[in-house]
Structure formats: structure tokens, C-alpha cells
């Protein structure tokens, strides 16, 4: 499979010490990744990390989102046969493979999380746990500003339901932030094709006998665009997900 030419270089090699893919699912998410390029030349992670990004693009995308993707890596793929955020995940995967890193990120594209929080969720990942994600609930009071009461509720419902099916404690299950040991994310086959993914790691975690744990992160209200995630339907899905996984 084609690996999509060589990453863009953020600094000599002989200066990092883990490398790390970070994967982002994409569809109309121009005003998103012109955040995330913005907060990432910020960041401190370019400096920490030996980083490379694989930007994956809905075919039904609109506007200039791949454009802006090819600012910040060369690693572009045209999500052609099939959509969804699962489908997204699985191709961008099966890409990584071809070049595998120590660590992988699952990161949303609507700017929502900063590499701040990216890198607490690496530093956390280092230390040993073979998946980690990003809580927008742990430590927290009450409804994220900018969260839907409708998608509040709906999380906080799943959430719960993924605990007592999987034993242990979950309370973000539908975040956008995960991180994943190079040999956690070989070790799980994805079935799914859209939002129910995250149900999907968390009950494949619990069969391989993976180590999941949580860290509180910072969450912002999306920049741009609109949420491709329907409470109802999606809901609906990710509920099943977590039923049968």
C-alpha cells in the first residue's frame, strides 16, 4: 500500500527519543487544521517527539481541509472506497504499518484538542499503560462549555454502560483522544466503520487484557464546521458496539 511520500522534518532525528504517528480523520475540517497547524508550531511536542501525521480525507470533504493537511505532512489519504470515521482509522492503520512508530494518536480535526493535551496523553503513555485517552470529564464539573446537552448526556449514558460491560472505569468513551503503544494498536483488529470505533477499543482492550487509563484533558468548543456525530442514530450504533464487543 502506497505510504504517501516522506514526512515534512520538524528537526534532526538525533534529537528525539520516541517517534509518533499521530492519525487525523478529516471532512470539512479547513478551519480545525488551520488551528491544529497553528497550536502545533506552538507546541513544545515537535521538540519532545519525533512526530509524523497521516491526514486521512473524506472523499464527500468540500473544502480546502486537504489543502491545508498538506501544510503540515506529505502523508495524505484519500478515503475513496469506503466513509466514516472507523473506515478512516482502519485505512490510516493499515498505512502505519508500512512504517510503523513506537507511539500512535487517534486525534480529532476540529481543533477541540490542543497539543498540550496531546502531549500529557504521551507523557502518560510512556510510562507504561498500553492505551491511554483523554477525559474531558476526569476532574472535571458538569458539561464541557460548548458540548451539546444532547451529546453530554448521550457520553455520560455510554459511558457508563462501556464501564459495567467492560469493568472498568470509563468516563469519556467517546473522546476524540487516544494513544496507543505500537504493540497494543497491532494487537486490535477494528471492525467498525464509523463512530462507534471508540467502543470498539474499549471492549477490544478488555479482551486482550490491555491496560486502558484515562487522563483529564482540556476541551474546547469545535473551531469551524459542524459535527458530523448524530446523537440519536450514532448513539444507537455505539450502544450496539459496546453490546457485542
Not at 97 to 108: A, H, Q, R, S
Not at 121 to 148: A, H, W, Y
Request: overall charge neutral; charged content about 25%; hydrophobic content about 40%.
Amino acid at each position: 500500500m502506497y505510504w504517501g511520500g516522506k514526512v515534512k522534518s520538524l528537526a534532526p532525528p538525533s534529537l528525539y527519543v520516541d517517534t509518533v504517528t499521530i492519525i487525523v480523520p478529516v471532512k470539512d475540517e479547513e478551519e480545525g487544521l488551520s488551528f491544529l497547524l497553528d497550536d502545533f508550531e506552538k507546541s513544545d511536542l515537535k521538540n519532545n517527539f519525533d512526530i509524523q501525521f497521516i491526514f486521512v480525507i473524506d472523499v464527500r470533504t468540500s473544502d480546502s481541509s486537504k489543502t491545508v493537511a498538506s501544510i503540515i505532512s506529505e502523508n495524505i489519504i484519500d478515503q475513496s472506497e469506503t466513509t466514516g470515521k472507523g473506515a478512516a482509522m482502519k485505512q490510516a492503520v493499515l498505512e502505519w504499518y508500512e512504517k510503523p512508530t513506537k507511539y500512535v494518536v487517534f486525534l480529532d480535526a476540529d481543533g477541540s484538542y490542543s497539543f498540550n493535551s496531546v502531549q500529557s496523553l504521551l507523557d502518560k503513555l510512556v510510562t507504561g499503560p498500553d492505551i491511554v485517552s483523554g477525559s474531558r470529564f476526569l476532574n472535571s464539573q458538569g458539561r464541557p462549555d460548548g458540548m451539546s446537552r444532547l451529546h453530554n448526556f448521550g457520553n455520560l449514558v455510554l459511558s457508563k454502560i462501556s464501564s459495567i460491560r467492560n469493568r472498568r472505569k470509563i468516563t469519556d468513551l467517546c473522546t476524540g483522544l487516544w494513544g496507543f503503544t505500537a504493540a497494543a494498536l497491532k494487537s486490535l483488529e477494528f471492525m467498525s466503520e464509523g463512530f462507534d470505533l471508540e467502543a470498539e477499543i474499549a471492549g477490544l482492550a478488555r479482551k486482550r487484557g490491555l491496560d486502558h487509563q484515562e487522563i483529564p484533558v482540556n476541551w474546547s468548543q469545535r473551531k469551524g464546521g459542524v459535527s458530523k456525530l448524530s446523537s440519536l442514530k450514532d448513539g444507537s450504533i455505539i450502544l450496539l458496539r459496546i453490546l457485542t464487543t
